[in-house]
């Protein structure tokens, strides 16, 4: 089977260069501005450990498919040592997207546990413990654009090169599949490091007949200007070449694919894995999920990917862009830079690394300001107050050569990413966590035409067992009640703590099933623990009926017959209903 091999994420070339130099923290990251909800420019996080991808894909009857990749890039390290080297399939064009496209995309297709809260009988307070509202867990050529002439190396076939965004951008290949060298060569010329492992697999991707992708930062850019790049190509299907991200990864790299096509996605060479839904922490908002999904990878074998989300792309309808949303003339209009920013809150517009580097080139912060060691984001939190004070100083502002820029950079990625959405009928979140000793094997991902939708918000019904007022609704024992149709019995820790005992449940595998998918059906199930974890959710839920009969005052019959907790409710009915009929009777 040949290996499709589409580059996407972090490049190992990259990361290689990072690592080789002295590394000082450069902020970057796909949502600017986040982790300050009080302050509308806060300090920058540093640059996230993941691969987010986006794949739109139109099938050939030929056996090749239209792909349309949109790769968000992160990166820390000094703004010169950034480069960016991805094998694809066939000769793509090239684009900037939107860091603010895979924010939204994020929050609207992240798995949500929730529950809803049910009081069986009568608890000695007035029902305040538990949340009733669990949620998620406590997440120059123009853009696009190729020349008419190609550029020839000793070697190698440039085929474009120009500037994409804010990056210089070279497209290219190999004359000879056979030789290598002269590709490698070109890039050591113009400055992209190579290791050595990188470059033994560089040669295997030449032999494979792959064109490349190289970026660097043009001068003058900084690492906050890093945007998403899309590219547009043909090939046999979605894949992440994972071999040469094994490079320079970190352990347990978080890898978030999406595929929008007409049915959902599968892995093709990989497992499909399911976590096993009675270890999530429900209670909280699943916020164990991440560390379940890494664990359930590692058992179903190192190379496995979840599915978060499978079903109709319209959740993302109206998320990304509305006809007249923005109003790019009325920000032309404004004079002064206080009302530009004043004008980009009032329309909404994302406060990202793409909008800071707007920021820095049309409203600088000026020197005097720094030699003042007043900080970037105090300048930008304080614009108002310092333009009144200290206005002279600022340099002088293009309000239409602002907003052009905000309108090219920022307002056109988001329509066009959101007429991709609006033109697909599916998308399909598939996720994983993987290290470099796993990563041996380019995943490539199908599509699959029975398989059902996989839902964001999985809801479970969550009972407290209060009895007749035997506990407080902080320490009542509590029954959740799987989508599924699975029952997990809850105990508390220790009274007043309102907090449930789940030694025995974190102790189960984390890896409920996992499956080698087909087109067709659930494929072949290669991982399979439902035996062993209903055996132990069954003494789990064995010892709870215990504790409840042995604080409820009830001594019942466990196992296959009605338990403690169901008894203990029994009783209640009973005498809810004597003291009707004495009622009745008066």
Request: proline fraction near 7%; hydrophobic fraction near 40%; charge should be neutral.
């Amino acid at each position: 089977m040949m290996i499709t091999t589409t580059r996407l994420g972090i490049a190992g070339l990259a990361m290689a260069a990072v690592l080789l130099a002295p590394v000082r923290h450069v902020h970057a990251c796909g949502g600017f501005f986040c982790n300050q909800p009080d302050s509308p420019f806060g300090p920058l996080p540093v640059a996230q450990t993941a691969e987010n991808v986006l794949f739109a894909v139109d099938p050939d009857p030929s056996g090749k498919s239209r792909l349309e990749a949109h790769v968000q890039i992160f990166y820390t390290g000094p703004v010169d040592r950034f480069s960016w080297v991805v094998p694809v399939d066939g000769k793509p064009t090239l684009g900037v997207g939107s860091n603010q496209m895979f924010a939204v995309l994020d929050q609207q297709t992240k798995p949500q546990f929730q529950l809803d809260w049910h009081d069986e009988g009568i608890c000695r307070d007035d029902g305040r413990g538990l949340s009733d509202n669990a949620g998620p867990g406590a997440g120059s050529t123009k853009s696009g654009a190729s020349p008419p002439q190609a550029a020839e190396g000793r070697g190698v076939e440039v085929a474009f090169r120009g500037d994409v965004g804010p990056y210089d951008a070279s497209v290219l290949r190999s004359k000879d599949p056979k030789d290598p060298s002269a590709l490698k060569e070109w890039l050591a010329e113009n400055k992209y490091f190579i290791a050595d492992d990188a470059g033994r697999l560089i040669d295997d991707y030449v032999k494979e007949e792959k064109w490349f992708v190289a970026i660097r930062l043009q001068s003058g850019k900084g690492v906050s200007e890093i945007a998403p790049l899309t590219m547009k190509f043909d090939g046999p299907g979605p894949c992440v070449p994972l071999r040469l991200t094994s490079i320079a990864a970190l352990k347990d790299l978080r890898i978030n694919l999406w595929v929008l096509g007409k049915d959902r996605a599968v892995p093709e060479n990989f497992l499909e894995l399911k976590v096993n839904p009675a270890r999530i922490d429900w209670i909280g908002g699943g916020g164990n999920y991440d560390e379940l999904l890494k664990k359930a990878a590692d058992e179903a074998g190192g190379n496995a990917f979840a599915v978060d989300y499978a079903g109709p792309a319209s959740l993302m309808a109206g998320t990304l862009y509305k006809q007249g949303q923005y109003n790019i003339a009325r920000l032309a209009a404004v004079r002064t830079p206080p009302e530009a920013l004043n004008e980009i809150g009032n329309q909404g517009i994302p406060r990202d690394a793409t909008l800071l580097g707007l920021l820095r080139k049309h409203i600088p912060e000026p020197e005097a300001l720094k030699a003042m060691n007043i900080a970037e984001q105090q300048f930008y939190n304080q614009l108002a107050n310092y333009w009144q004070r200290y206005g002279n100083l600022f340099a002088a502002f293009d309000a239409r050569a602002f907003a052009a820029e905000v309108d090219e950079k920022m307002v056109k990625p988001l329509e066009k990413a959101q007429a991709l959405f609006d033109r697909y009928p599916k998308v399909t979140r598939l996720s994983t966590f993987i290290s470099p000793e796993e990563m041996t094997v380019d995943p490539m991902f199908a599509f699959n035409t029975t398989l059902p939708d996989v839902p964001v918000t999985r809801m479970a019904q969550a009972f407290r067992l209060c009895g007749d007022r035997a506990f407080t609704s902080c320490d009542a024992p509590v029954r959740i009640e799987l989508p599924g149709g699975q029952k997990v019995l809850y105990k508390p820790t220790a009274p007043g703590t309102c907090q449930q005992d789940r030694k025995a449940l974190d102790s189960l595998p984390a890896l409920e099933q996992a499956w080698k998918r087909e087109s067709v059906g659930e494929g072949a199930v290669r991982f399979d623990n439902r035996v062993a974890i209903q055996g132990a959710v069954g003494e789990n839920n064995k010892t709870v009926d215990d504790f409840v009969a042995q604080h409820a005052g009830c001594s019942c019959m466990v196992g296959g017959r009605r338990s403690a907790a169901t008894a203990v409710f029994a009783v209640v009915g009973l005498a809810m209903a004597a003291i009707g009929v004495r009622r009745r009777q008066r």
